[in-house]
Structure formats: structure tokens, C-alpha cells
């Protein structure tokens, strides 16, 4: 969209490659600097405390990033979990997770496409059963028919 800047590099992109829009910033500071000089620089209200000390917002808009980011990852997390704490009786309650973590959180729809992608948000843990030994079974299989075990001493010279 004509409304969209580049905030990083996709993949192994450099600055000497040839991209179409150097991207904002190199680091999260550079982009709360940005979004807050965005934001804040020819607000009707705030533009003159931003004048004053940009730093502040900086700080305030990466303290707002954070929470957002936090508070989505829990509301996508309702979506991995079974039972997800819909009451039908509640007359109250959503028809729908989806629409009950709207009402709760109304911003998930617009963050959802660029907070989706990132890997400390919308990674999958798999884990095992409970109480099964996945690596003696493992071992059963590969360890020698002869003894015990692997030898615990050193290959000698």
C-alpha cells in the first residue's frame, strides 16, 4: 500500500542491495523513534511536549509496542487451547472465540498480519506425551546387544 514503509530487511537483504525502499531503521529503537516523530510530530496537542523531549515518546511508544504485542500473543493464544473458556448459558458471551477475543482485545484483526509472521508469537510447541521416555526408547533401539551400554571410557590412541 502507498501508506506502507519498510521497517526492516526480509531475509539476508542488505543495504547494498537493491531494494525498492530503504527500509526505516536498523534496530526496535530506530522504529519507536520513527513511529513516535510519525505519531507525534505534527500532532495538534503533543507536538510541542514531542519537541521538548523525543526521547520520552520513543520510550513510551516502544512501552506500547511491547504491550501490544504481548496482549495479542495471549489472545492468539485462546486459539491453540480446547475449551477456551466459552460459556453457552452466559447470554453475555460471544458466539464465537474469534468474536469474544474482539470484544476483548479489538485491535487483533489489524495486528494479526505482521504480529502473526513473528516467530516468538505464533511458534508451535510440541511437546510429548506426559511420561513417556521418547529417549530410552530411542537408546533400546540404537544401543549395543552385548552390554550395558556405551562404553564410558575413551577411544584410546
Known amino acids: 500500500p502507498s ?3 519498510t521497517l526492516f530487511y526480509e531475509g539476508k537483504k542488505t543495504a547494498g542491495s537493491s531494494t525498492v525502499e530503504r527500509p526505516s531503521g ?3 529503537g530506530d522504529i519507536h523513534r520513527i513511529l ?3 505519531i507525534f510530530e505534527k500532532d495538534s496537542k503533543y507536538s510541542a511536549l514531542y519537541a521538548e523531549d523525543p526521547k520520552k515518546f520513543d520510550v ?10 504481548r496482549l495479542f500473543r495471549d489472545q492468539y493464544d485462546k486459539f491453540s487451547k480446547t475449551g477456551a473458556g466459552v460459556t453457552p448459558l452466559d447470554e453475555h458471551a460471544a458466539t464465537n472465540l474469534h468474536k469474544q477475543v474482539l470484544l476483548e482485545f479489538p485491535w487483533y484483526d489489524q495486528l494479526h498480519p505482521f504480529l502473526f509472521s513473528n516467530p516468538t508469537i505464533s511458534a508451535k510447541v510440541f ?3 506426559p511420561g513417556v521416555d521418547h529417549a530410552a526408547d530411542y537408546y533400546s533401539l540404537i544401543r549395543p546387544r552385548g552390554g550395558a551400554g556405551p562404553s564410558t ?3 584410546g590412541p
Open 3 to 5: 501508506d506502507a514503509r
Open 153 to 155: 571410557n575413551p577411544p
Open 60 to 69: 513510551s511508544v516502544g512501552n506500547h509496542c511491547t504491550a501490544l504485542r
Open 127 to 129: 511437546t510429548s506425551q
Open 26 to 28: 536498523r534496530d526496535k
Open 36 to 38: 513516535s516523530q510519525l
